[in-house]
């Protein structure tokens, strides 16, 4: 027995042994600058890339044309040390810097923007932030186009018919029954079909009336002639887009759209002038991909040809201030500053640590203990009350919007009086004081504020119960009588939570409807929304970039976003004008314009787009009469529909050691006024670290 | 329709394992086993490489290898089958897919994505396509969320890790467990009896984020002993290991106590005091033996589970261990890490219940005549 009982102690010590092995060979120099980053980022390649935590490591080892100024977060001089642009404001010309170079010692030229360019454009990649990059010239012809035609005339995969062929077989379907009167389709089915063959997404942009019409067509009928012009329409459409893909694949990337002039000279036409596209050229999916690594030899199969893992430690190339130096998959990733980069002299961190603490008492722990410095927003939600105090935290409004979903396509939410009536009763104040505790706004409309150049429109939206209960009366429902059992559907978390339970509480007794919180796994909740299986449903919306548009657009018919089955022909043209707005301007203004809150104002701005003297001004003008659909569109949602529910505009937080210097808790502009950093973004390449003040920083 | 019938042909398949006539079971199982070596070193030598060790391997495995564990073999390869049939079944039947985001993409790029990850819409199809890859090509296939990565690159790094902090754990809690266990056993109904039960109840019953965090929240943030979290040198490892071990240590000390109690009563204990052993003698030497039966049942499935990682600890302590993965993998819908994970976990489960049968036989003379 006691060699059985030696064995097993002998077993073990062996065992140990190995741990300890395991552990002689783990220990690592601390870096110089540690900071929480959330979670794992799923990929680094920038065409791919989508979230916050694969951004900040993206925007340390990648640099696009432009990179983010650390006080103003303006672009300034990157890749590109200069830049003009035509009088139209729709050709950019950057020039290359000659000191640019890849990590291995290659430079970047104007050749590896085109590419990247084009890469991330290509259908078979896959690239979630692709629309980003439509507003260059062919680029959304280049990305979607092949599969909008397919979509719309075939021939497609499997069983499934094209736009074109359901069409048809509506037709037919009627010239072979037996009744000779007239047939039609009744409105509702005729969305229901549009909506199953996504036609909304595939027609976007049509410039076709025939196509705008029968899209829009919310009541009434369509009879066997409207549909056979919508079907010649269609055909039509797909021949124009197959014809301009033809040319983008050709042409894209390689002499019109973003190509590359001469080595160092990168030339990008716009399809309409964008005021936000200089933001774009430090945003990550604008930044170039090393082609020589990525894609070594170019057979046109893209899916085989792709280095599937380019852009971990042991074969990335990149261009930014840090390189990659490791990546320890829920350990950390280590950044080390680069030898290569063209500014190197002026990045003052040696090695910057990523941790991807995704338990929020842990990551505060590690903050709290020194053993990283920079603690953006996760931190545990219920101690914000006793942070909020501490003089490292700090907060910003951010371009977030909390919200919740009525199912629209159901009752009792389908009756816009009841979506009213459940907006006015809500307390918005006490969500924001007593559950979040941030300081978050109050939030009366969709777009949060702080977006440039847009004003939200005034928002019948606030606490008004008297009105609500008179609402609810004139629905049917007086104090809440016969109101059917409705629920609010959020996805699992504490947060989410609260709120949904307050929401519920309060209704139940304040308007006497019966309502309960609901609440799912994140992907069961994502499909039922999708499916429009709830009654109320929370959501959450971020900016990918600061324009109303990315706020707005999600809520036209059957977009895909949309989820709450709301559609209003009007508020689909808005969103749809204001793609182009000067196109739209020497158009017939006047049909929109007579149906708009603000007319008078819309008039001057149409004018003032109309007689203007040069480009510039006419430029100028168009961008506001852009804000102004943008405005009219939002009034229909929080003055007159209420599709939504917003709620709170979210404020981001977080915690940073003083002794972190050259890290900006509020945007200095060049001008010298403040700004708030709406987007919590802190780059690293100027930040140092004061080691006095942090020798002298008591932990714990 | 068609999946269930195929389960219940495999779940046959499985069974009649049991009635495999001798020569069939030895044939079948060294192929098993030989086919088990090929897969395992494929990827770093090569297919001729790898065929040569195998076919070694198998050789000697239908020589050498008792009937008993090649039967065993046989219904392990079988098992791991049926288990990545029936994941994939369940991972297609429940909600949400590897690619649903809260930014609807478009039909193209979903249908992108599923191409080049090798996704097809069916779970049938997905089965196929999954088995081809593994066996074809030794690969467990790429990540479908941690982008660039094959689901071997994120597990086999990260089995280390959860390895070495499961072994000082076992450890622990072996010792731990065997000591309280069999001194409450020896004098039953006893202060130390009670207390020791006291405490391995209180350990079974207070959840681990608990323990972790009253461990956190004394030796880190109060004393500064340890690290609050993290991963790197001795020091983090104590803690974690502690949290990890309790629970496990609790099981096994009334597994012991059990134990212990009903062989004191046993004839071959009378026998041994009646020869004039000393009690000392009596229970090392001929009690314990018995008395750890049970322990070492239970530590079969604990040391797979042990070493596997625990989630809980895992996020707690920010370890990069395996036990994130199989609660990852289930939340994000990768498919192929679940699948991965499953693998690696029933392999694991069914070879410690193999160990312990033979660590049975060493223990016990009655199972021994059994083999």
Redesign the interface.
Known sequence: ??R??LGIVAA?VV??L???L??SS???APADYTFINGT?P??L?PA?I?GQPEGRIADAIFEGLTRRNTKSLRPEPGVAESWEVSTDRRTWTFHLRANAVWTDGTPVTAHDFAWSWRRMQE??????Y?YLLHVVKLAEAFN?Y??NVT?LVGPREEEKESLAEGVAKIREGWAKAASPETPGIEAGVWQAFLARH?AQ?HLKGCPDRVVDEALSRTSGSLDAAALAAFEEAVRREATRRLAVHEEAVAHFGIDRGAFAKDDRTFVVELGAPTPYFLELTCFYPSYPAPRHVVRPVDTGDI?KDEV?????PKKIVSNGPFRLADW????RIRMVRSESYWAKERVKLGVVDA?????V??AL??Y??G?ADWLPSNYPPDLVKDLRKRPDYYANPGTVVYFYRFNCTKKPFSDKRVRQAVCLALDRATIVEHITGKGEPVAPSMVPPGIPGYEPPSSAIRTDLERAKQLLAEAGYPAGQGFPAVSILFNTQEGHKKIAEFIADRLRRDLGIPVEAKNQ????Y???V?LLKYDMARAAWIADYPDPNTFLDMWITNG??NQTGWSHAFYDRLIQHAVDPEAFAAGEPESLVASMKEQDKARALILAVKSARDDAARVEAAGRLRMHLFREAEAILVQDEFPIMPIYFYVVSGLVRPYVKEFYRKLVLPDGSTAEDLQDLHPFHDVWIDAEAKRAERF? | MVETLVLLAFLGLIVSTLWWPRPVVRAVGAAFVGGLVFLAFRGPLGVLGAALPALGVAGLAAWGLPQRVLKRVCFMVLSLVLLVFVTTWLMYSVPGNPFASEKQANEQVRAALRAKYGVPESATEFFVLYMGRVLGEGTLGPSLKSQGRTVEELIFPAFPVSMSLGILALTIAVGLGLFLGVRAGLKPNSWSDSGSMAVAMVGISIPNFVIGALAILNFSLLLGWFPVAGWGGYQHLILPAITLALPYAAYIARLARGGTIEVMQQDFIRTARAKGLSERAVVLKHALKGAILPVVSFLGPATAGILTGSFVVETLFTIPGMGQWFVKGAINRDYSVVLGCALLYCALITMFNLLVDMAYALLDPRVREEL
């Open positions: 027995m006691y059985t009982l073990f065992a140990l190995v741990v300890g395991t552990f783990a220990a690592e794992e799923k990929s390649d791919l989508t259908p078979e990649l896959g690239a979630e692709a979607l092949k599969s979509a996504k997404e899916l599937r893992d380019w852009f971990l320890r998959v829920n350990h941790l991807p603490t995704e338990n008492t842990t722990n590690l709290l203990t053993q796994e994140w992907q069961a994502q499909d039922n999708r895909g976003n714990r």
